[in-house]
């Protein structure tokens, strides 16, 4: 067990390298840079000055020393300047992160009460028009980007009951249930379409082990549905399921990025892309670099808790 | 007739089932499978859609018009007007093109690519297996949307680029999924007898392991679209998608819909249903055709 899980955590360290490296150099293959962004807007046009904040931003050395430099700051939690706010980078990210994780937090909560149930139901009721209905559900939340999903449920607000979310971010402890509102509606947009795929996989998976004897035998003893279902099957139906909240979860970033935009919410997602526009790199870098760090180490505790979760599964 | 060893050919045709035809196995289809039937049928009214978009639309997609701004839908402008008094209806028939383009386009360069480094890697095995494996681990960290941004940012918008930034991620799903498909055929003793002929290893992958994997790669390429149509809509909706003036779905959602929300709610309405219509459409079939073509996959993801 030790030696797999220092295997593992080797293998995810050099991955997190390896993305080190596409993601800098993605960066730096981008045309224009901040400098040429900050004259356009500021109407500079004096190349000495430019050449002088160049050296100030250290944009100026070699691409691999910028490369060794940044490895350097992430080692010791130094994130950096940022190029268009001048301040550095944690102080702009710090405020945001919490906004992310309680949306991802409510989303991935949304999207198990959703899909664990529905999933189950479509199961029992394999092929029936419910189980038809149930499916054709789920693959309308798959199809729906939840960005437009955000914007018809604002419409739907808007014109039904005359009523418009606030646009502003509104912190909990100055309007609790305004707060509460407001974070509501994204994680419904964005765990309707995580519900999706959450539902397809239970479904399929307690198919699976509906088949299997000792389901049977359970019926056979003369137990009652509920207990063989939610018991007996679902208890070994729940691992792949248990797998695709993992990779949903870290996934979810891609689809919080547009779902912030969408209701105004000043979060980490929303953020990339504005610096993402703005060239603006030790923002770009360090986040791109989060969600992969957060990516991967869920991968590795979803795969640990196989071991928890089932006993079966022992590591070698 | 008489074949070379003397019989009549028509007895050694008898021996063998005649192969049904086209219609035949599409009219089985539509019985077995009437939801992925409906799903072919949404993607063939939209590539109809594409290609007949010039004779479809009602006026210029490009062309504004200042006096009716913001129109709701009439009998002139059936799906009404934006804020620059651009048709929505003709907007909409073209924006088909640019979505099909780029779906199609970066699933099948994605698929391509991940296929040929899956079947590669997969047939040559050992070291060079585990390195290719790790080094599309990178690629395969990042959220698809995620990666397909920063490509497409540091690329800068273009048809092209759009195409691009899309399949790069696509690229590690789609060499897992030959990938896994190629170690199975590898060990099956047609291979090897293959390779006791004296074939060579590239003719061997590419004529005899490739074609076997048709089917999971159909497959691949089916579920792949639907998930690149979304991605080409929201990079167009974050404005890193395809440029102006040129009508897509995922743009014209951008256009400070939230804004114009009260006023003109098809606005937003519109272009919504057809993204959602076209990703829908392709999930539907890309599920049948798993169920049909893989039936070691049946009812899973």
């Not at chain 2, 050919?9 to 599409?26: E, F, I, K, M, Q």
């Amino acid at each position: 067990m030790k030696s797999y899980i220092a295997q593992r955590l080797g293998i995810a360290i050099l991955t997190l390298v390896g993305m080190s490296i596409v993601i800098f150099a993605l960066l730096r293959l981008a045309p224009g840079d901040i400098v040429d962004i900050l004259f356009s807007t500021a109407g500079y046009v004096n190349e000495s000055e430019k050449q002088a904040i160049l050296k100030e931003l250290g944009m100026d050395r070699p691409y691999w020393i910028q490369y060794l430099d940044w490895v350097r700051q992430i080692l010791t939690g130094d994130l950096g300047k940022s190029y268009r706010y001048d301040v550095p980078a944690w102080d702009v990210i710090r405020p945001l992160v919490p906004v992310t994780i309680e949306l991802a937090v409510l989303s991935i909560i949304v999207a198990v009460v959703l899909g664990v149930p529905t999933g189950v139901i479509s199961a029992v009721r394999q092929d029936t028009a419910l189980d038809y209905v149930l499916r054709v559900f789920s693959l309308a939340g798959l199809s729906m980007p939840s960005f437009w999903l955000g914007m018809v449920i604002i419409l739907g607000m808007v014109s039904w009951l005359g009523w418009i979310p606030p646009l502003t971010y509104v912190r909990p402890t100055d309007n609790f249930k305004a707060h509460a509102i407001q974070f509501a509606l994204p994680a419904l947009a964005v765990g309707y379409r995580s519900s999706a795929l959450i539902m397809r996989i239970t479904r399929s998976s307690l198919l699976e082990v509906m088949r299997e004897v000792y389901i049977r035998t359970a019926w056979a003893k003369g137990q009652a549905g509920r207990v063989v279902i939610w018991r007996h099957a679902l208890k070994n139906a729940i691992l792949p399921v248990v797998t695709v909240i993992g990779i949903e979860f870290a996934f979810l970033i891609g689809g919080l990025v547009v779902t912030e935009t969408v209701f105004n919410l000043p979060g980490v997602a929303r953020f990339l892309v504005q610096a993402i526009l703005w060239r603006d790199y030790p923002i770009v870098q360090n986040l791109v670099m989060f969600i992969a760090i957060v990516v991967i180490f869920s991968n590795l505790f979803v795969d640990m808790l196989y071991g928890v979760l089932d006993p079966r599964v022992r590591y070698g | 007739m008489v074949s070379p060893i003397g019989v009549p050919v028509d007895l050694v045709v008898v021996g063998a089932p005649a192969r049904p035809g086209w219609g035949t196995v599409l009219g089985r289809f539509v019985r077995r499978k009437p939801l992925g039937a409906i799903g072919g049928a949404i993607m063939v009214v939209m590539l109809l859609t594409a290609v007949l978009a010039p004779w479809l639309q009602t006026h210029d997609p490009i062309a504004t018009e200042a006096a009716y701004t913001l129109g709701r839908p009439n009998a002139e402008h059936w799906l009404g007007t934006d804020h620059l008094g651009r048709d929505i209806y003709s907007r909409i028939v073209h924006g088909a093109w640019a979505s099909l383009v780029v779906g199609v386009g970066s699933t099948l360069l994605g698929s391509v690519l991940g296929g040929i480094i899956g079947l590669l890697s997969a047939y040559v095995g050992g070291k060079t297996d585990l390195i290719t494996q790790r080094l599309l681990d990178i690629l395969q960290g990042l959220p698809l949307l995620v990666l397909a941004l920063v490509m497409s940012a540091s690329l800068g918008p273009s048809i092209r680029n759009v195409i691009i930034a899309i399949s790069i991620p696509i690229i590690p799903r789609a060499s897992r999924v030959i990938r896994a498909s190629v170690l199975s055929i590898r060990e099956m003793q047609y291979i090897e007898a293959a390779r006791a002929l004296g074939v060579r290893h590239l003719r061997t992958a590419f004529r005899h392991i490739l074609p076997n994997t048709v089917g999971p790669f159909i497959v691949l390429c089916t579920a792949q679209l639907g998930s690149a149509i979304l991605v080409e809509a929201t990079l167009s909706f974050l404005g890193m998608g395809i440029p102006e003036p040129y009508p897509s779905w995922g743009r014209m959602l951008s256009v400070s819909a939230a804004e114009y929300a009260q006023k003109a709610p098809h606005l937003v309405l519109f272009p919504g249903i057809a993204i959602s219509l076209a990703v829908f459409g392709s999930n539907l079939l890309g599920d049948a055709l798993r169920d049909t073509l893989d039936p070691r996959l049946r009812g899973s993801r």
